[in-house]
């Protein structure tokens, strides 16, 4: 029997439709290797969207990824649209899809590989063997928080505000697969947050806390955020799940990812309640070198494997498309940005 | 002519008494080498105050830090005081200083000195000749905004809240003095902020931006607060002056200050529009080593050094006290947390 998925691309700008070419041409050879059969249908969003519709998510977008098992984005954004308002920007294209498809569980790797090690700007024997996941809140926090936005105060002056909020079911679900993934990993769970000044950070430690007797296979440990960005840098093979909100995640993620020095290499996972899960690279979209076969593709090759383990329940068409990223730096063929002396020196195709 | 000025010592918990003694007996010697008279007062903050009084933060210590012309603060906190309810938290005590003195200017350094180089987890080429001033906000944003607190809903349901807000003037007063420090400086300033997806960054990005023509001397530029925390891990040098909100410039001024590996070397200052500024060391109260003679002094040493400089503009007897610190160094004299190779250990009291 031949399992078959309807895919929905996201290629977005910049570097975007290039890496997503390559990508779905790897999803073909898997889909003839596993016996799966894809329907691929490409939508807009981000500045593409904008360009075409005025709008960085518009309404068929949504549609389309709401009917399909799975959406794959490749990156938006770039200078063109930095400046318009607020609403018509892509990243709120970005904001619009994650919260429409209701992607509270956004999963980060942090893996160094053996073979990239030396592009990281860390020592070797700091960040050897280092194999982190960060557990990211995706729809809630500060990037969703009502009250927000400018506001006049009576005396005529200016005043900005966000809200930072959890309530103890959007801590709950995403301690619950933060467990669950600290469990199939080594079983260690840092919990990071500011609970030593923000009382949305007492509500989510003490809602961990509370979970932690359910889950006696894991380690639950708490961290301040302050402390957490040192320890990454300090000494990052203390960790190996992390859990965290939605903007401290959005934070040590990105330190975590650059501890690897190489994160043309890193994809992402955003998981709701139901299918359809949205991956991603954790890169942007690179507008500088956008058209010209260089963009690193495996970031976005390795969002695919994340897709197939995580989204569509596959892990031995995941397997085989990690197994193959790691035979193509084996061999030492590398795009420029993790480019390295005797090494071969290729495009975006390769 | 003497100059004279009175000081408030806050010793607060753990290794602050003992890092507090040493750097009293350095301010001493400054005092009869530049001709400056100090008289000294101690007050309770931290676990010693909630000890003590019961609150983190008496009254009595407020008046005494008021009337003074500076204050020098140790440490704070420890396991003993970890599980109180908030408001007889040691952090209370610190962010009602904070406040109770208007500090709204933490200004925290993050230099590479040549001898602790090795103590980096980072490669040397990565992170040789870095000096990096953090300018961070530190009475306003999501530290201080309302509302806040956990509130049960209509449901049943609890929910955390914080806020994080910023008014025109709260930005402009510090936008100010990073404007200034990077005047004095290599004339580079870097705000960061969330501004693709928070309001309240929008305003402190249009505040910096129609602020920067004051300042034609410096060059402004902004960066994400992901960015900026995987930037200073790529590659710190890039950065001269860096100014940003209380909970970005918390997390981001420690990632900042771990590239250094020697958090005991770091100080801060905290200054309001008036003295008294608040000088204290970067880490923390370090309970484990309390009372055995194994501390480093020396960030505190270096904090009262800010303090001649920043808060009692006496940069010569600022500049003697770094330069006996360097000394030290150089003859290779190391408490344990900086001990390396060939280097002769000492303890707190040298
Ligand atoms: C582009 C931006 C809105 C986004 C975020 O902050 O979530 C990005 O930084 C990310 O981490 O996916
Ligand atoms: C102890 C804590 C409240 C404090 C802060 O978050 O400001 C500390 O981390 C600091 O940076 O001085």
Same mark, same amino acid.
């Given at each position: 029997?031949?399992?078959?998925?309807?895919?929905?691309?996201?290629?977005?700008?910049?570097?975007?439709?290039?890496?997503?070419?390559?990508?779905?041409?790897?999803?073909?050879?898997?889909?003839?290797?596993?016996?799966?059969?894809?329907?691929? =249908?490409?939508?807009?969003?981000?500045?593409?969207?904008?360009?075409?519709?005025?709008?960085?998510?518009?309404?068929?977008?949504?549609?389309?990824?709401? =009917?399909?098992?799975?959406?794959?984005?490749?990156?938006?954004?770039?200078?063109?649209?930095? &400046?318009?308002?607020?609403?018509?920007?892509?990243?709120?294209?970005?904001?619009?899809?994650?919260?429409?498809?209701?992607?509270?569980? &956004?999963?980060?790797?942090?893996?160094?590989?053996?073979?990239?090690?030396?592009?990281?700007?860390?020592?070797?024997?700091?960040?050897?063997?280092?194999?982190?996941?960060?557990?990211?809140?995706?729809?809630?926090?500060?990037?969703?928080?009502?009250?927000?936005?400018?506001?006049?105060?009576?005396?005529?002056?200016?005043?900005?505000?966000?809200?930072?909020?959890?309530?103890?079911?959007?801590?709950?679900?995403?301690?619950?697969?933060?467990?669950?993934?600290?469990?199939?990993?080594?079983?260690?769970?840092?919990?990071?947050?500011?609970? &030593?000044?923000?009382?949305?950070?007492?509500?989510?430690?003490?809602?961990?806390?509370?979970?932690?007797?359910?889950?006696?296979?894991?380690?639950?440990?708490?961290?301040?955020?302050?402390?957490?960005?040192? =320890?990454?840098?300090? &000494?990052?093979?203390?960790?190996?799940?992390?859990?965290?909100?939605?903007?401290?995640?959005?934070?040590?993620?990105?330190?975590?990812?650059?501890?690897?020095?190489?994160?043309?290499?890193?994809?992402?996972?955003?998981?709701?309640?139901?299918?359809?899960?949205?991956?991603?690279?954790?890169?942007?979209?690179?507008?500088?070198?956008?058209?010209?076969?260089?963009?690193?593709?495996?970031?976005?090759?390795?969002?695919?494997?994340?897709?197939?383990?995580?989204?569509?329940?596959?892990?031995?068409?995941?397997?085989?498309?990690?197994?193959?990223?790691?035979?193509?730096?084996?061999?030492?063929?590398?795009?420029?940005?993790?480019?390295?002396?005797?090494?071969?020196?290729?495009?975006? =195709?390769?």
């Amino acid at each position: 029997m031949t399992n078959k998925y309807s895919i929905t691309l996201l290629p977005g700008d910049g570097i975007g439709p290039e890496i997503m070419a390559v990508t779905v041409d790897v999803l073909k050879v898997i889909a003839q290797q596993c016996d799966l059969e894809f329907s691929f =249908q490409e939508a807009l969003i981000g500045g593409a969207a904008i360009d075409a519709t005025d709008t960085p998510l518009p309404t068929e977008t949504i549609e389309k990824c709401r =009917q399909s098992d799975a959406v794959l984005l490749a990156a938006i954004g770039g200078y063109k649209w930095d &400046n318009l308002p607020r609403e018509k920007r892509p990243e709120t294209g970005l904001l619009g899809i994650r919260a429409a498809l209701g992607l509270f569980a &956004n999963l980060r790797p942090a893996t160094i590989l053996p073979q990239l090690i030396d592009a990281s700007s860390l020592k070797k024997e700091v960040v050897e063997g280092v194999d982190i996941m960060v557990v990211r809140e995706l729809t809630g926090g500060i990037y969703f928080g009502q009250p927000k936005g400018i506001f006049t105060s009576e005396t005529g002056e200016k005043r900005g505000i966000n809200t930072m909020a959890y309530t103890v079911s959007e801590i709950d679900r995403i301690a619950k697969v933060a467990f669950e993934t600290a469990q199939k990993r080594k079983g260690k769970l840092c919990s990071v947050d500011k609970a &030593n000044v923000l009382d949305v950070s007492q509500l989510w430690r003490d809602r961990l806390n509370a979970m932690a007797s359910q889950y006696p296979d894991v380690e639950l440990t708490h961290m301040y955020v302050d402390n957490a960005a040192m =320890q990454l840098v300090r &000494n990052p093979k203390q960790f190996d799940t992390i859990v965290t909100g939605n903007l401290f995640g959005d934070i040590l993620s990105d330190a975590a990812a650059m501890l690897t020095g190489s994160i043309g290499m890193l994809p992402s996972a955003s998981l709701g309640s139901d299918r359809p899960g949205l991956f991603e690279p954790v890169h942007g979209s690179a507008p500088d070198i956008a058209g010209q076969d260089k963009a690193n593709p495996l970031a976005q090759v390795l969002s695919a494997a994340m897709m197939l383990r995580y989204g569509l329940n596959e892990p031995l068409a995941a397997d085989k498309i990690e197994q193959a990223v790691l035979k193509v730096l084996d061999l030492g063929y590398r795009t420029g940005d993790i480019m390295s002396e005797g090494c071969q020196a290729v495009g975006c =195709q390769g």
